[in-house]
Structures are given as structure tokens and as C-alpha cells.
């Protein structure tokens, strides 16, 4: 069940590329002509069209063009490509996209000689690979165009010169009852949020540029966590055929296609179709699931309540049902209906007997292949095909191969009360990786119930409890009692209770950092043994500079004892008065990749160090669920939505000033607000981090010293 540990990292990609032309090269003064501004969409990868309802959810392509007296906009930007429709459940619509390629036009009217058109593009561009959805910007010039010279100057039609403060945005055009300045006013409602984001878009442009000889990932290339994924998936089919469900109907299987007579080539192609009929059944099961999920899904599964409890319940109920409390089954009719298919022979015949396996097989094998489906939508939501590619993948070959090599049947294992064992087992699995998903809701909400050391606890319990029944000491209804035990089952027993003593550090501090994707951060931790002994009991010290308890810092805390601010506003003004850089740290909740940092690379001394010398801290949530008043709310200048949230004033920091919406982001900024470094996300070579860190030291430094 590993794999329900693994996650992506979204990283820094460019899977759309942009090209410009016009309709005509040659005009005369007084002309129109036609801007097309054309995007090609690496494969996976779609984008959303300029004429996509603002409202609805998604970000639409626009574009700005920037005022000049040589032209004049004629009409709004258009969708020159027809855009595909499809309705999406999560924003409860119709939403336009396109893929691979599409174009867009502007009708300008050429005003005056040597036309100076520019302009920027915002757009989001989604992959339907693993749910990442990117916010982008590109700027423009048209420098197509050449005036015509004529022996006697024609009239032209008066200009329109737009002010200098008005910028055409030609996609999204304000509503009749919604002005402009609807925007500016609600943003100036607060003078935190106003502040904040005036900051954030009014600084000078960063000029740190990434380096050349670290290149951003390839576009479209397969992260990592894919293939560790249908690993984990491939391992949960062979867990599946050692239940007492499937194991026995391995031989039984094999003794239908033997006794069926024929040819062993017959033989083999029926034992082929078979497995590949598994195969089918339960990736179709995976694509059904994909195309009620949309790409748009995986952030509300990680981090809304509602399906991190249904997901808690769902496990506790598999666990449950693995530890013999009761047995998850389909109805009988369905199950006979299929077997009655499955008679009458043929390849049509073999199909269904293959789905009668999947229908009978259901009890043991339903909660794995629902942990996997689960698993799927916390982040994998179109990979739920993959994975159950994988995982019938290793559940059919066993079935193909003793078919065809029946003789094989006889180095089996026979069936035994071992199969029970491994059930129970995976039941007690069941019930760990539960915590999970209420840990989740948990950290995001605030509610305090399932803290680290209480999260720990239940987990040493749970495994304490696997040992002791691997070793005989604990039975359950339908298991014999045990008198030996096998070598095999002591190693596993070992390993349970090895588990356990590497556990019980963690209730008093401990980092345990191979887990720390898993458990709650260390924060939330009661007591901590490392900072009672160094003399500081709380996990997020009250600022002794004269600048007050940090904003939010009574719901949100720093890990490691690390001071620090959880607003950005607050924390670039201390960052002023003490004259430090500050280290911006884009995190969340429910992400694992940042708990997984904080555990294995900031608890590391030299960078500790750093961080607690060197620099001032803010960590901004983008997950965080909390409401700010309403005199705090503002339209967002990115996508024209209402930020009414500590989380979603975060993430709109994130992407309207570095255009990024991952997480872990780190960022070295001056007091001004400026980039000293190239940022960096999630990145575990400790020694790179500590670069990273001392760059922007020097950087810092350097800038001081020109003042």
C-alpha cells in the first residue's frame, strides 16, 4: 500500500508556445489589419479559451494590449479555432479549451506610420496527466506591419488615444454593471490586503534569471512519481492475488482452461485472452473513474473536508472488513447473471469468466483496488487508468502463465490459514493509512484532533499489533490457532515491531524523517523533547524585536522552533527594520513534498542555522481555509475572483508576482521585494539548499554595499 505515500511535484514547466502574425504586412494609414496570436499545447496539456466565463472557475486566456497613438483595438480578442466543450463537475459547467493548437485574433486600425503594438498574455495551461493546472504570462510585439509611403497623404479617421492608465483587456470585457474601477475599489476596502498586493504587482520586475547550466525540466517529460506510483500499483495486484478470495481460484481457473481440450495453441491464445480480459475489465474501471474526475479536482480532494472524511471512512470500513468484521460483497444476481455468460463458451465465454473472477474476488480484492482509486484522486486523478492497468496487470499474468504452464501448479504454496493472515494484515494497513485523510482535513481546518503524537500513537498501536499477531498471540474470528510459525511470517513480525521502535523516538521529537510525507508536520507536535531540552517550549516563539506575536501565528507555526510570519506584509516590514532578506516560503497543509522538506532539509544544521541567522521567515499557506473579514476581501488583478481567505490571498501572491502554483516554492526576495536568487521548490540535496541560501546571502549583501 506504499503507493498511497507517493505525490508529484509540480514542477516549473513552459508546455505552451506562443507565435504572432497578421493578416497583411502592407497597409496604408487608415487601415485595419488582424493580430493572430497562435499557441501550440504540448501533448497532455490543454488551455482554456479567451472567451471561457470568468466566473465559472478556470482562468480564460487574455490579453492586454498596451495603449499607443499609431493603432486603435477594433472589437475584442476572438477564438479563431473552434474550442472543444466539455462539462466539468467540479466547476459545475461548460468549460472551452483547446488542445494542441489554436489561434486567436485582434482587428486593430493602423492609425500612424510604424505602428507600435505590445501586449502580454495570461493563461493557464492544464494537463490531464496528474491535475496540475500552471498559471503563465508571455509579452508580445508586432512588428510586422509596414505603413505604405504615398506621394500625398490620405485623411485618417481622428484617433482615439487611450490615457495612459488604460489598458485594453480585449477577452474578458467588464460587464455593463461592473466598471473597471470596481477592482481598485475593492482592494482598497483593506489596507493590509491593498498593501500586499500592491507590493506584490507595483515592484520592480525580478532580474534574476534562471541559470543556464541548470535547465528547467523538459516539457513532457514523466515525472518520477509516475513510475513509483504504477510500481506501488503493480505491488497492490500481488498483494490482491494473496487473499483468501483470489489465491484459491488460481488452480481452479487453470483446471477450466486444461479440461477444455483442443490444441495447446488453442490453449494458450484462450489463456491470453483471459488475462487480457483482466486487464481490460479493471482499466475500464480506471477510465470510468478518470472521466468523472476532472484535472481541476486533485487540489479540493487533498485539502476539502468532505472527501478527506468520506476517504477516513471508507478505509476504516475496508479495514475493518479485512479484520473479519464483515464482508463487503456484490449482489448474487449480478455475480450469477455474469457466471451464466460466462457458460456459453468461446471468447465472448472467457470474458465473462474473467469478469466472473473480478465480481467474486470482490471481498478481498474491492478495498485494494479502492485504496488505489482513492489514491488516484488525491492528486493522480487521470492516472486512475495507469494504475489499474498495473494492478490487473499483476493480477492477470499468475492466471495466464499457470494456464498455460499448468505444471507450474505444483511449486504453489498451498492454500491455508496464511491467506487469512495476509487479510488481517492488510486490514491493520487499512486502518493507518485512514489516518491520513482525516490527518489532512485535520491540518487544514485546524480542528486539533489527530495532532503528531496523538497520529503516532495510534500508529505504534496498530503496528505493536501486527507483531503480536504474526507471532500467534492475537486470533481473530476465522482464524486456527497457531502452534508454529513460519520463518517468512517471524521476519515480517520483526519487521512490524522494528517499525514500532523506530516510531516511539517520534512521540518525544524525533524527526523521522523517511515518514515525514505521511505524518502531520512536526509543528503540530505537543511536546517536543529537542526544544524543552534547549529551553524553548513553544514551536513558534513570540517575536522579541518590539514587532508583537506574528499575524495567524496562534493557528499556524513553524517548524524546528523557527520564528517567522505567516503574513507577507507583517514580515516584509520586520524584514525593513532589521535590515535581513527574507526567505518566502509558498507552502500548504496538505502537501506532502513541503512536510517532506521541512523534516529532511531544514532540520539540517547548516541550513537550520541560516535560517534562524540569516534570514527573515514567511510562510504563506496557500491551502489555508480560514475567512478573513470582509473589509480584508479584494478582487484579484490576475483572475477578477474575490479572495476571501488567507489561503487564496496567498496563492494569488504567489502567481500574480512569480507566476508560479507550486508548492514547495521558495523564494529569496531583498526588503523590496525583489528575487535574489533563481527560486527553487522541492529539493532534498541539502548541500544545493545551503547554496541556495548563501547566494542570496551575498546577493543581499552585494546590494548593500552599492547603497
Not at 44 to 50: G, Q, R, V
Request: hydrophobic share 45%; proline share 7%.
Amino acid at each position: 500500500m506504499a503507493f498511497l505515500a507517493m505525490s508529484t511535484y509540480a514542477q516549473v514547466l513552459r508546455p505552451a508556445q506562443w507565435s504572432y502574425g497578421v493578416s497583411k504586412t502592407e497597409v496604408n494609414v487608415g487601415d485595419e489589419v488582424d493580430l493572430l496570436l497562435t499557441v501550440t499545447v504540448d501533448k497532455d496539456w490543454y488551455i482554456y479559451s479567451s472567451d471561457l466565463d470568468p466566473d465559472l472557475g478556470p482562468t480564460p486566456t487574455t490579453f492586454s494590449f498596451q495603449p499607443h497613438a499609431s493603432y486603435q483595438l477594433v472589437g475584442k480578442v476572438t477564438p479563431v479555432t473552434k474550442a472543444k466543450k466539455k462539462y466539468e463537475e467540479i466547476w459545475e459547467g461548460d468549460i472551452l479549451y483547446f488542445t494542441e493548437k489554436a489561434t486567436f485574433k485582434q482587428r486593430v486600425r493602423i492609425l500612424k506610420p510604424d505602428p507600435v503594438i505590445k501586449g502580454s498574455s495570461d493563461y493557464q495551461v492544464c494537463t490531464n496527466v496528474d491535475g496540475r493546472c500552471i498559471p503563465l504570462n508571455e509579452d508580445f510585439t508586432f512588428n510586422q506591419i509596414k505603413v505604405k509611403k504615398k506621394a500625398e497623404a490620405e485623411p485618417t479617421p481622428a484617433p482615439q488615444t487611450p490615457t495612459e492608465k488604460t489598458t485594453a483587456v480585449a477577452s474578458v470585457p467588464p460587464a455593463p454593471d461592473t466598471p473597471p474601477a470596481k477592482t481598485s475599489a475593492a482592494i482598497a476596502q483593506n489596507d493590509t490586503a491593498k498593501a500586499a498586493i500592491a507590493d506584490a504587482n507595483t515592484t520592480n520586475p525580478p532580474t534574476i534569471q534562471p541559470k543556464t547550466d541548470k535547465p528547467l525540466a523538459p516539457v513532457g517529460a514523466e515525472p518520477e512519481g509516475l513510475w513509483m506510483f504504477l510500481l506501488g500499483a503493480f505491488g497492490a495486484g500481488l498483494l490482491a492475488l494473496l487473499t483468501p478470495c483470489v489465491y484459491p481460484l488460481i488452480p481452479m481457473t487453470v483446471t477450466m482452461f486444461t479440461n477444455q481440450g483442443g490444441s495447446r495453441a488453442k490453449g494458450i491464445r484462450n489463456a491470453m485472452v483471459y488475462g487480457l480480459s483482466i486487464v481490460a475489465i479493471y482499466t475500464l474501471i480506471g477510465l470510468l473513474f478518470s472521466s468523472i474526475f476532472g484535472a481541476d479536482s486533485a487540489n479540493f480532494f487533498s485539502t476539502h473536508w468532505i472527501p478527506n472524511l468520506l476517504f477516513f471512512a471508507i478505509f476504516v470500513v475496508f479495514g475493518m472488513s479485512f479484520l473479519g468484521l464483515f464482508e463487503i460483497v456484490l449482489p448474487s444476481s449480478l455475480v450469477n447473471t455474469v457466471d451464466t455468460q460466462a457458460d456459453k463458451g468461446g471468447l465472448y465465454g472467457i470474458f465473462f469468466m474473467a469478469f466472473t473472477l473480478a465480481l467474486v474476488s470482490f471481498s478481498c480484492t474491492g478495498p485494494i483496488a479502492g485504496s488505489l482509486l482513492i489514491a488516484a484522486s488525491q492528486g493522480e486523478t487521470t492516472r486512475a487508468a495507469l494504475g489499474m492497468m498495473a494492478y490487473s496487470l499483476a493480477f492477470a499474468i499468475p492466471f495466464t502463465l499457470f494456464a498455460i504452464f499448468p505444471s507450474w501448479l505444483k511449486s504453489l504454496p498451498k492454500s491455508g490459514g496464511w491467506l487469512n493472515s495476509v487479510k488481517v494484515v492488510l486490514g491493520f494497513l487499512e486502518l493507518a493509512l485512514a489516518l491520513k485523510f482525516l490527518s489532512n482535513a485535520d491540518q487544514v481546518y485546524h480542528w486539533g484532533l489527530l495532532d503528531r503524537d496523538v497520529f503516532l500513537a495510534i500508529w505504534i498501536v496498530l503496528f505493536a499489533l501486527i507483531g503480536f499477531y504474526l507471532l500467534g498471540k492475537i486470533r481473530l474470528p476465522h482464524d486456527s490457532e497457531t502452534k508454529t510459525i513460519g520463518v517468512p511470517r517471524l521476519m515480517f513480525a520483526i519487521a512490524s515491531f522494528s517499525l514500532v521502535v523506530y516510531l516511539v523516538p517520534g512521540l518525544f521529537g524525533a524527526p523521522l524523517k523517511p515518514l515525514a510525507g505521511l505524518l502531520p508536520p512536526h509543528s503540530s507536535q505537543d511536546f517536543n523533547l529537542a526544544l524543552q531540552t534547549n529551553g524553548n517550549t513553544s514551536a513558534n516563539p513570540v517575536m522579541d524585536s518590539g514587532i508583537g506575536t506574528p499575524k495567524y501565528s496562534e493557528f499556524l507555526k513553524l517548524p524546528h522552533g523557527l520564528q517567522g510570519f505567516f503574513d507577507y506584509k507583517e514580515g516584509m516590514a520586520y524584514a525593513k527594520k532589521v535590515g535581513k532578506p527574507v526567505f518566502l516560503d509558498f507552502t500548504g497543509h496538505g502537501c506532502v513534498n513541503c512536510r517532506e522538506m521541512e523534516a529532511r532539509v531544514w532540520s539540517e544544521t547548516p541550513v537550520l542555522s541560516r535560517l534562524q541567522n540569516d534570514f527573515v521567515i514567511i510562510s504563506l499557506y496557500v491551502d489555508e481555509k480560514k475567512e478573513l473579514p470582509q473589509s480584508e476581501w479584494y478582487t484579484s488583478t490576475y483572475d477578477n475572483r474575490v479572495k476571501k481567505t488567507i489561503g487564496a490571498q496567498n496563492a494569488d501572491l504567489q502567481i500574480s508576482k512569480f507566476k508560479n502554483n507550486a508548492q514547495p516554492y521558495y523564494c529569496l526576495l531583498d526588503q523590496n521585494g525583489n528575487l535574489l536568487t533563481t527560486p527553487i521548490g522541492y529539493e532534498l540535496d541539502v548541500n544545493n539548499f545551503v547554496q541556495l541560501l548563501d547566494e542570496g546571502k551575498t546577493n543581499f549583501n552585494q546590494q548593500l554595499a552599492y547603497r
